[in-house]
């Protein structure tokens, strides 16, 4: 298994001594502050603005509020065995450290690249979001034009200044930003209640009916599940706990449960002021459809409720950036550590303890990305965040049916551990497998619609998962011939 890899074996074979690496600063985030990190990577208000018209759009409509809602039981039914097997299993590296516990070391060495694909292409696929949105912003403020890549990469880096100081800091950021967007989306919706809608208020967008009956089925679970990507990250935190065992299911549960409540409840009102059998067409008509919401908050609370959304839908994706930076640091850092990759990578901060080269590494390859899109002159949004991102999305569905299994795996070999708990250890995970499996298949099928990618894009960007998974996979073996050959 990766934990008892030899982590002075770096990628090249060379020797290195890292007995002096610090480790993660312990004690320093609270269950709040680990649900905090989560729920900003999951970008409430980026969800709300940004994916919530084109979930209407090519998903039929309303049928993506009960999406929502079985999503979120989904979520938490995968959450159950998951958060069993991180009591077992404390590590930084999160997805890497189960299924390699479970499926063994060539799965984990599998998983582990697959990962660093999954959170990087988030991290950095968000940029193509946030810098279009915050030129425009500037630009209405203004009057002053500046290019979308401009902003991107100075996102990037004053992340990556963020993330290299220390993770508590982080999290002060975060809370501040991620508190401000549900305080908005809240005080929209109470206004939309106060004011009333067309029609009256109804639960019939909660109804199954309400679900497509074609392809646009799969479509609109895949959206749904991309609004929760990132709750997972509880446990790359738990080496940082105040208390691991307590505080990261805590964290696990009470995010998914905000997160799912809170979309359900905001989407039903805001799709109600839009007017129940006129909201696919009020999307369709508009030339961009990330103005829906905003249109809705001009109409119901004015033009300063819309001005505040706008510049929290800013900071909603910078708080999202800077959650999955922190994230994918942690997945190198551990990963340097364990000697899947160099162990240069594997040393915390000696003053902040915080991964900082894992976030020099990170930070080095959003601006070396973002640069390349710019200079191509691409669309970033139909390109850099569309592809990328659902990419990303894509790729954390495979990853949770991994985890899925290994979790049955462990505790059938490990039955000491959980006795006399199926639930945890068998009925949940299995049922988690079988349902992302579904949704998996879902979202390859739909992968066209998903991502605008059409053509070889169509077959190349999916097929980066297997890719990632054989490099991965090489790697393993070749760290296990060096371990037999020192031995």
Excluded at 5 to 21: A, F, K, Y
Excluded at 24 to 42: D, E, H, P, Q
Excluded at 396 to 406: E, G, H, K
């Amino acid at each position: 298994m990766p934990s008892e890899i030899t982590p002075e074996l770096s990628m090249s074979g060379m020797v290195e001594n890292i007995h002096t690496d610090m480790g993660l600063r312990k004690g320093t985030m609270g269950a709040a502050g680990i649900a905090f990190m989560v729920i900003s990577s999951v970008a409430p208000l980026t969800n709300m603005a940004g994916i919530l018209p084109i979930a209407i759009l090519f998903g039929s409509g309303t049928g993506i509020i009960p999406a929502f809602v079985i999503m979120m039981f989904l979520v938490l039914i995968f959450a159950v065995g998951y958060v069993a097997m991180a009591r077992h299993a404390q590590n930084a590296g999160a997805f890497y450290t189960l299924i390699s516990r479970g499926l063994g070391e060539a799965a984990g060495g599998a998983a582990a690249v697959v990962a660093l694909l999954a959170y990087n292409c988030m991290q950095i696929g968000m940029s193509g979001l946030f810098g279009p949105v915050t030129s425009d912003l500037l630009a209405s403020l203004t009057g002053v034009h500046l290019p979308w890549w401009m902003f991107s990469i100075g996102a990037s880096l004053l992340i990556g200044i963020l993330a290299y100081c220390r993770v508590d800091l982080s999290v002060k950021v975060l809370s501040v930003l991620v508190m401000a967007e549900f305080a908005v989306v809240l005080l929209l919706d109470l206004v939309i209640v106060h004011h009333g809608v067309p029609g009256g208020f109804s639960l019939a967008p909660f109804a199954l009916q309400n679900m497509p009956s074609n392809g646009a089925m799969g479509v609109t679970f895949v959206f749904a599940f991309g609004c929760y990507v990132g709750f997972e990250a509880t446990t790359i935190y738990s080496e940082e706990a105040i208390s691991p065992a307590r505080d990261v299911p805590r964290a696990t549960y009470g995010a998914v449960l905000v997160i799912g409540i809170f979309y359900a409840l905001s989407t039903i009102w805001i799709v109600e002021a839009a007017g129940l059998n006129t909201v696919v067409a009020t999307v369709q008509k508009l030339a961009d459809p990330e103005q829906f919401v905003f249109n809705i908050a001009g109409q119901y609370a004015g033009s300063t409720m819309t001005l505040l959304m706008r510049v929290l839908f800013v900071t909603s994706l910078f708080a999202c950036l800077l959650a999955f930076h922190n994230n994918v640091a942690r997945y190198f850092y551990v990963l340097g550590r364990d000697g899947t990759l160099p162990a240069w990578l594997g040393k915390t901060h000696s003053k902040f303890q915080s991964p900082h080269r894992g976030t020099i590494v990170q930070t080095v390859l959003a601006v070396v990305v973002i640069s390349g899109f710019a200079i191509g002159r691409l669309d970033p949004i139909l390109t850099l965040f569309s592809w990328v991102a659902d990419l990303s999305v894509l790729t954390i569905i495979f990853l949770m049916i991994m985890v899925s299994l290994a979790v049955i795996v462990f505790f059938q070999k490990n039955k000491t551990l959980e006795p006399g708990k199926p639930i945890q250890t068998l009925i949940m995970p299995a049922l988690a497998a079988i349902g992302f499996s579904v949704v998996a298949y879902w979202g390859v099928a739909g992968f066209s619609v998903l991502t605008g990618a059409t053509g070889f894009l169509a077959i190349a960007l999916p097929s980066l998962i297997p890719i990632a998974a054989i490099i991965g996979l090489a790697r393993s073996l070749q760290m296990k011939a060096i371990r037999k050959a020192v031995a």
